[in-house]
Nanobody, 124 residues
Framework: QVQLVESGGGLVQAGGSLTISCAAS????????MGWFRQAPGKEREFVAA????????NYADSVKGRFTISRDNAKNTVYLRMNGLKPEDTAVYYC?????????????????WGQGTQVTVSS
């Protein structure tokens, strides 16, 4: 059974940085595309970033381009999201997700498995 466990969330001031992680088990991680999504209170879940199985292709939401970087370590079955220049509007629960396709899709319906999420709060 697939397990995705996010960690590293917390409270950070606007302009600060944070790296969150997602440890995966129960799947062929090295051949899985991984994504990050987020959901703010009262809002729908939205795409943040995704990375192909080999790290050779990434995809970002316009709202985070140039500020966030997704990466992965297949030896550790872990995907990361480095967030720089954080803004209060980045406050959300961040979810890790996996899919078996090659394309780093931005559609949540393309993903098969989901983690429980980690809270990121950015204070102004």
């Amino acid at each position: 059974q697939v397990q995705l466990v996010e960690s590293g969330g917390g409270l950070v001031q606007a302009g600060g940085s944070l790296t969150i992680s997602c440890a995966a088990s129960g799947l062929a991680f090295s051949t899985s595309t991984m994504g990050w999504f987020r959901q703010a209170p009262g809002k729908e879940r939205e795409f943040v970033a995704a990375i192909r199985w080999n790290g050779g292709l990434t995809n970002y939401a316009d709202s985070v381009k140039g500020r966030f970087t997704i990466s992965r370590d297949n030896a550790k079955n872990t995907v990361y999201l480095r967030m720089n220049g954080l803004k209060p509007e980045d406050t959300a629960v961040y979810y890790c997700a996996s899919r078996r396709g090659n394309w780093p899709s931005g559609k949540d319906s393309d993903y098969d498995s989901w983690g429980q999420g980690t809270q990121v709060t950015v204070s102004s």
